[in-house]
């Protein structure tokens, strides 16, 4: 491959989102080279501060890398009328506002394909962009607990759990920039854009996945099972003595090798364990026996022994440790920025990886408005145009 231009290099984006799940969707597409312009509110004086100190956290930096930023006051006429006219220059306008204000400011999809009938609009939000709930914030917690997902996380008995990770953030987000991948493709067709929206709710209950299917199809309502998986027997967390491994031994072959590897003919023997439906049936007392087992080595022994045996298994991490496993440095999931600020920090990566694109640098987060001249000199504007902006406080 001789062209190493980013895969998404053509496209422009207009990046209006805030706090996680939007800013997640950007992400996507900001990693793989699309020409992303963050915009926000010009800085208050009275509150600048504050705000470059959460600019500069570990969150910030990590969400909004690969993204240039400019300030624009949409509320203003002519600020407006700077972000339409950049509109006809753009793919993708994605945004998270409640429903109802993009509408408020005249910059929903309607009037923005009127500007460019091309154009992609991506919205997320909480609940949907209608309905009875449509008009409320949202906020990840809420969206795992209305979602379905804490009434199956936890311990039985221990009441409903959140999940360690905004999910329902995450999700939406992911989801929001596959519908924008997928418009910008069928725009290739048919030579139109298109409104792409979903929602904290909607992603929530879409990734419960086999559980929902539990409900439609089995009319099941799922439970929580602790660290034991809902259906599949034995898979889950068992003490050794310097730790946990997680192990999944569920069907017949799986269920043989562990026995095998235990020499354990008295649960290969046992009716009680004898096909999926009677481990699954007797998981409390199956669970138990097998504890008495891995209660004798340590994880590291277990691990290798297991996967010998092709038993699937692995270590149980805590961040640091994660991070140190030499598998996940080989797969090199972070990147290095240098910020002109915070010096080298290292971020995330995108999780997919392409046979025919190189590793692409990152760039840092930008700082407020660092990147406003260059960008609307690249949209037409010209320096007294831009200097008038920031004078009327446009920018």
Known sequence: MTDHKPPLHRFTV???????????AVRQLADWGANVIKIEL??????????????????????????????????????????????????????????????RLKIDYEACRLENPRIVYASISGFGQDGPYGMRPGFDQ????????????????QGPLRVGVPIADLASGMYAALGILTALLQREETGEGQWVHTSL???????????????????????????????????GVFQTTDGYINIAASGGVMWQRLCDLLSADELRDNPDYADDGARSRNRAALNAALQEYFSTRSSDEWIEALNDAGVPCGPIYKMDEMWSDPQVKH??????????????????????????????PYRPAPEIGEHTDEVLREFGFSDDEIETMRKENIV
């Open 42 to 103: 010009p800085p208050d004086p009275d509150k600048r501060g504050d705000a470059l100190g959460s600019r500069h956290d570990l969150d910030f930096q990590n969400l909004q890398r690969n993204k240039r930023g400019i300030t624009l006051n949409l509320k203003s006429e002519g600020g407006h009328a700077a972000f339409m006219h950049m509109v006809k220059g753009a793919d993708v306008v994605v945004e998270n506002f409640r429903p109802n204000v993009k509408t």
């Open 331 to 360: 797969l090199e999931m972070s990147r290095p920025v240098d910020h002109p600020a915070l010096g080298t920090l290292d971020v995330l990566r995108h999780a997919t990886n392409m046979s025919g694109t190189p590793k692409m």
């Open 14 to 24: 207009l990046d209006l989102t805030r706090v996680r799940a939007g800013p997640t």
């Open 142 to 157: 809420i969206a795992q607990g209305m979602g379905g997902l804490m009434w199956i996380t936890g311990f039985p008995g």
């Open 201 to 235: 709710l909607e992603a929530q209950i879409a990734m419960l996945d086999f559980q929902a299917a539990r409900w439609l199809i089995g009319n099941e309502v799922p439970g929580q099972a602790g660290n034991d998986h809902p259906t599949s027997i034995p898979t």
